[in-house]
């Protein structure tokens, strides 16, 4: 490599650009939902889903290994086949119904999200700094991004609650004339 002024010698070049994981892409992303509710405004104080899959206020808004969800924590590969299968056959269901939009209920992602920091406060994470609660970005909220109780009992979780007719979830059907 050569500046102006000098000339070294590499084996590699590294940039190091930033690393915002689980919410720095899709905060960079203009994401509004209902009301005019930008999704940067929504997360203000932490990133807030419904099963790390949804978020209350933007309907038909899924995020794949979204925060809350423990994607980063297990195989990358087999929690994105999870979600991609699980919003496939969501997205079935409401067809076969007529459904127009789903929504995650407020009540249902205040419960996830108080899951996820408790099961989070069993572990050490919280006590490092690290990418898993936001510290390596300034003024991120420093709170659990991944879901840290595991892949098996997520995997339960998520398909007890399709089981059960999209439970915690809102859904509306299609405007007449549609």
């Not at 009301?35 to 405004?41: H, W």
């Not at 925060?67 to 409401?94: F, K, R, T, Y």
Request: include cysteine; proline fraction near 6%.
């Amino acid at each position: 490599m050569t500046t102006t002024d000098r000339s070294y010698s590499l084996d590699s070049l590294v940039f190091a650009t930033g690393f915002d994981a689980m919410t720095g892409a899709l905060l960079a992303i203009d994401i509004v939902g209902r009301e005019g509710l930008a999704l940067r405004e929504a997360w203000a104080s932490g990133p807030q889903t419904y099963l790390g899959l949804t978020v209350a206020g933007f309907p038909n808004f899924f995020t794949v290994t979204g925060p809350g969800s423990p994607s980063v924590i297990s195989n990358m590969i087999v929690a994105i086949e999870q979600h991609v299968d699980w919003i496939a056959a969501c997205l079935s269901h409401l067809h076969a119904r007529g459904a127009a939009t789903i929504e995650a209920t407020a009540d249902a992602q205040a419960a996830w999200g108080a899951h996820v920091r408790e099961v989070g406060a069993r572990t050490l994470y919280p006590q490092a700094a690290s990418w898993y609660m936001g510290a390596n970005v300034p003024g991120k909220p420093r709170v659990p991004l991944p879901y840290l109780g595991g892949f098996p009992l997520y995997s339960r979780r998520i398909s007890e609650v399709a089981e059960r007719g999209y439970e915690g979830f809102s859904i509306a059907a299609a405007a007449a004339g549609r």
